[in-house]
């Protein structure tokens, strides 16, 4: 662990006026597990807003960036970027939530706003860089920001979403990662009726994807190594199931999607399901393996295919997320765990225990 990845900011709010001291759960290093914590949240800016979170997702991502495996974590960190809460206060010229709204909080809090992408509603890949929920730096001061894991959190309006409270609601916490990351590129590429979808992996992202596919009208066609999920993805709007270790199915499915969706998050050979795009098809990868992918390069070029990357959405796609998911009563299927077993469902997520996302109950934090 180098000084560069060690925040150096002092948790003392009695010398930064109009802190709050918020109880959370952090890891120290890439080895240690996650334990109590007392983090100070910032006074509250014109703009801002201070929500009191009710539930928080378990990502995937949490445990890359706890345990250091993105080479870019600032610890102390303090995970957690699906959060859903209850506004508590506003800044004295915030005009878009009130106290007592329900609000959603996601990966990121603030990015440059003038680039030209970020103008665009494309905030995720604003050019000087979008400044993450957790283990990044404030734009203003610097500090090191921190996630979910927690009792409340301090963001400007601008990065702050409405929820609606016609769904349940620790439902809704996983959307604003696991639910957005598969709704955006959905979108992008105008997956719809008349498409044939690959969704690779049933896990967190996979299960969203399932599900959003469907309701958009595709054909969609589950893509696992486990047997045993074929009930559930059926039951989550596959219309097919394919076990990839089954060379007789794979070879079955060659060129046979326009699309497909990678959603897993460890090492696996991605060249196995470029074979089965057709003809000008794109599979779009939103897992985030923490190593180098391998890809053959005539696999591309022999079908004119495309290997393609997508992240989060812009704060507008978010919030066209969310209305579309209130609208279609979608929400993500979850495990509601207690703060204190944060480190049980990591060693769960790693041997794919979970179906399919562990949402954090805040109450059990004091």
Not at 79 to 104: C, I, T, Y
Not at 180 to 206: A, D, F, M, Q
Not at 207 to 229: I, P, Q, R
Not at 306 to 314: F, K, P, Y
Request: with cysteine; hydrophobic share 40%.
């Amino acid at each position: 662990m180098t000084d560069s990845n060690v925040a150096t900011h002092a948790h003392d709010p009695a010398s930064s006026p109009g802190r709050t001291v918020t109880p959370a759960y952090a890891a120290h290093s890439p080895t240690s597990p996650l334990a109590p914590f007392q983090i100070d949240r910032r006074a509250l800016r014109p703009h801002d807003v201070r929500v009191e979170i009710l539930y928080c997702g378990v990502c995937h991502s949490d445990i890359h960036m706890a345990r250091n495996e993105w080479k870019e974590t600032i610890y102390p960190v303090v995970p957690g970027h699906e959060m859903v809460g209850r506004v508590s206060s506003v800044g004295g010229e915030a005009r878009k939530f009130r106290p007592g709204d329900l609000v959603g909080v996601g990966v990121m809090v603030d990015s440059c706003r003038k680039c030209v992408n970020c103008k665009k509603g494309l905030e995720q890949y604003c050019k000087v860089g979008m400044v993450g929920t957790y283990s990044s730096h404030d734009l203003i001061n610097g500090d090191i920001t921190y996630g979910g894991y927690s009792k409340q959190i301090v963001v400007d309006e601008n990065y702050v979403l409405r929820v609606s409270d016609k769904l349940p609601i620790p439902g809704v916490a996983p959307l604003l990662c696991a639910g957005i990351t598969t709704y955006s590129p959905l979108r992008h590429w105008k997956i719809g009726k008349g498409h044939k979808l690959g969704v690779v992996g049933l896990g967190g992202l996979g299960h969203m994807a399932l599900k959003f596919a469907a309701s958009f009208g595709a054909e969609v066609t589950m893509l696992s190594t486990s047997a045993d999920k074929e009930a559930d993805a059926r039951r989550l709007g596959a219309h097919k199931f394919a076990l990839t270790s089954d060379p007789a199915q794979m070879k079955a499915l060659s060129k046979y999607f326009d699309f497909i969706i990678d959603t897993v998050s460890a090492k696996h050979d991605y060249n196995a399901y470029l074979s089965l795009l057709d003809t000008d098809g794109v599979m779009i990868c939103v897992g985030a393996p923490p190593t180098p992918a391998e890809v053959a390069i005539f696999t591309l070029g022999g079908g004119r295919r495309s290997l393609a990357g997508s992240s989060i959405g812009g704060i507008a796609e978010t919030q066209e997320m969310l209305d579309y998911c209130a609208k279609h009563g979608i929400t993500a299927d979850i495990e509601m765990i207690d703060i204190k077993d944060i480190n049980k469902a990591y060693e769960r997520i790693m041997k794919a225990d979970v179906r399919y996302r562990f949402v954090i109950d805040m109450a059990s934090l004091s």
